[in-house]
């Protein structure tokens, strides 16, 4: 496991997880984790990113910079971003590109939970000195 001091505590993640350093983590008190499915076949890596407010509260050009971030430190995340194909309903809701969509990538960016001193968390985990635990 690797540790990144964070404004109040620090985050504990992967080794084989890639940090990118979207904004500078001693003034975060967040964080989150870019994953990909299907990222297999793309040798796509979970990427650690750091925030200053939960990530329920992030902006489309939060995301944007995250992303081109990424891009900056694994340049082949523009063409899984290029890869990605949106879901396509019917008027019944029935997906009509199933398969497609099911084959190609899709990227997401999820909170990185705090250790609360009981629960596991799989992956990585944000301590608080609150717990304890640091």
């Known amino acids: 496991m690797k540790t990144?001091?964070?404004k109040n505590?620090?985050?504990q993640y992967p080794d084989e997880w890639v940090a990118v350093k979207n904004m500078d983590p001693a003034k975060c008190?967040?964080?989150g984790a870019v994953q990909v499915r299907n990222g297999y076949k793309y040798n796509c890596p979970t990427f650690l990113?750091?925030?200053d407010r939960p990530i329920l509260e992030i902006t489309d050009e939060d995301r944007n910079?995250?992303?081109q971030t990424v891009i900056k430190k694994f340049p082949l995340f523009q063409q899984i971003m290029d890869d990605h194909v949106?879901?396509?309903r019917d008027n019944n809701g029935q997906i009509l590109n199933l398969e497609e969509w099911d084959e190609a990538p899709t990227h997401?960016?999820?909170p990185i939970p705090e250790h609360d001193g009981i629960?596991?968390?799989v992956g990585a985990s944000i301590y608080r000195k609150e717990y304890g635990t640091d």
């Open 4 to 6: 990144i001091l964070l």
């Open 9 to 11: 505590g620090y985050v």
């Open 29 to 31: 008190d967040y964080c």
């Open 49 to 51: 990113f750091f925030l």
């Open 65 to 67: 910079h995250i992303y």
């Open 86 to 88: 949106e879901i396509i």
């Open 108 to 110: 997401e960016c999820f």
């Open 119 to 121: 629960g596991i968390h």
